[in-house]
């Protein structure tokens, strides 16, 4: 059964499927009907409905008429767009938060979220460092205060989720360098250096990029 939410229980229907196609319970291409859903988790069908369409707009669905709904399978192109487009949208967070903190203690945050990721890293625990590692954008939302821009992030983060799962349980020392990508884009947040926080996403995230894709043609 499924726990009520804030967001009431389509909602959670939704977290729940999206945590299980983002660790790969749920495989590329497996078929997500409807009424196996409704009997799984003891709910309406129109929630199962509702919930397909939120994971639709998360990136981890993908609905076909008259076919029904299964989990999106990752291609080359797919992976190369979504990174595309979330590291503009992780270069946009960063620089309005370089451009509008205001005091140390806005920041105070951030140091614990590095050192929540640091423990996860010294545990090996990949779970709960990705789970810290889009932390960041919740920690970052009051001081940034652009809805559009959070929105847009929350329904781009689970498809990039579901990517460093497979970066990560592949080589999870990927993690150790994420954590010193981190410090230095801190420092570049502290010292307003806008340009230097745009050169340190881009490199990242093609790295990152390159690893899934890797990932994924070893699969195929």
């Not at 996860?120 to 590692?133: G, R, T």
Request: with cysteine; net charge positive.
């Amino acid at each position: 059964m499924l726990r009520h939410s804030a967001g009431g229980l389509t909602q959670s229907l939704a977290d729940a499927l999206a945590q299980r196609i983002i660790s790969g319970e749920l495989p590329a291409g497996f078929a997500l009907r409807e009424v196996a859903i409704t009997e799984s988790y003891q709910v309406s069908r129109s929630s199962v409905r509702e919930a397909l369409l939120l994971l639709q707009r998360r990136y981890l669905v993908d609905i076909f008429p008259r076919r029904g709904a299964q989990v999106r399978v990752l291609t080359a192109q797919n992976v190369q767009d979504l990174y595309d487009l979330s590291t503009e949208l992780y270069i946009l967070l960063g620089t309005l938060l370089a451009q509008r903190w205001r005091t140390q203690g806005q920041l105070l945050p951030f140091l614990e979220v590095r050192r929540a990721m640091q423990l996860s890293v010294q545990n090996n625990d990949v779970e709960s460092f990705i789970k810290h590692c889009f932390a960041v954008v919740d920690v970052a939302a009051p001081v940034v205060n652009n809805l559009y821009l959070q929105q847009a992030l929350g329904n781009v983060m689970p498809a990039v989720s579901r990517t460093y799962h497979l970066a990560f349980k592949q080589r999870s020392a990927e993690m150790g360098q994420f954590t010193r990508i981190f410090d230095q884009l801190l420092v570049a947040v502290q010292a307003r250096k806008v340009d230097q926080i745009r050169l340190l996403l881009q490199s990242y995230a093609q790295k990152n990029c390159q690893l899934v894709l890797h990932v994924l043609s070893e699969e195929h």
